[in-house]
């Protein structure tokens, strides 16, 4: 199995930017996933990486180092909408995908 | 629209009755999922397929069953209902391509007393 840690709760002011880490142990790695889930809603995909670097989409980022075994999602101007929780996936070398906890974003005004 | 019907949304159970949840995609991906979601735990594999015919056991199995008659249906069965089976339940699909991005379906929320 998978042990993927992230912070459990994050605030931040609206306009801000907030970076989410995790960090993760794994046998064999295909890849890691950030998801955002808004209260009482399924998953949706944010973003993918696999090789180590930033993979930049509008105002989210993912930024990945496989040696480290970690990774963060940066969130730019922060809006109300972005209030959420957002989970980190790793991919085993199973291809089966493994979730953390997810971290609770709170964006105030 | 495409994609993942779960049913039902939200049912509540006495402890050893059966139970099925309902999943169907119309993606025609290959691979499906069932997740349970609980409060501080995240969400945790229960079964899988990667295809019509097959199953295998996920990270939580014990007390649930699963089968994958056709590409597009997979249906998760709680034999006899237990407290701590208390969860709500995500089906998802991946189309085995690319980067095997997860679809989830809505959920179904179960309590079981």
């Known amino acids: 199995g998978q042990n993927i840690d992230q912070p459990t709760e994050m605030t931040a002011t609206e306009g801000a930017i907030v970076q989410i880490n995790c960090t993760y142990q794994?046998?064999?790695?295909?890849?890691l996933f950030w998801y955002q889930q808004h209260a009482g809603e399924a998953p949706t995909f944010l973003s993918y990486?696999?090789?180590?670097g930033l993979e930049e989409k509008g105002r989210f980022s993912s930024f990945l180092s496989r040696s480290k075994g970690y990774s963060y999602l940066l969130l730019k101007e922060l809006q109300m909408k972005d209030s959420a929780s957002y989970l980190c996936?790793?991919?085993?070398?199973?291809?089966?995908?493994?979730f953390g906890a997810g971290t609770t974003v709170t964006v105030r005004a | 629209i495409a994609g993942i019907t779960q049913a039902p949304t939200s049912q509540i159970l006495a402890a050893g009755r059966r139970m099925t949840l309902r999943c169907t995609q119309d993606?025609?991906?290959?691979?499906m999922y069932w997740y349970r979601q609980d409060l501080g735990l995240g969400l945790r594999l229960i079964h899988y397929?990667?295809?019509?015919?097959?199953?295998g056991k996920g990270e939580v199995p014990d007390g649930y069953s699963v089968s994958r008659a056709n590409t597009d249906d997979f249906p998760l069965t709680l034999a006899s209902a237990v407290p701590s089976q208390t969860s709500v339940y995500f089906c998802?699909?991946?189309?085995?391509?690319?980067?095997?991005?997860?679809?989830f379906g809505a959920g179904s929320r179960l309590t079981v007393l």
């Open positions: 996936a790793v991919r085993d070398g199973d291809y089966k995908l493994s």
């Open positions: 990486n696999v090789l180590d």
């Open positions: 998802a699909s991946s189309d085995s391509t690319g980067a095997n991005v997860l679809t």
């Open positions: 794994t046998s064999g790695f295909n890849g």
């Open positions: 397929s990667n295809t019509a015919g097959t199953t």
């Open positions: 993606m025609r991906h290959n691979a």
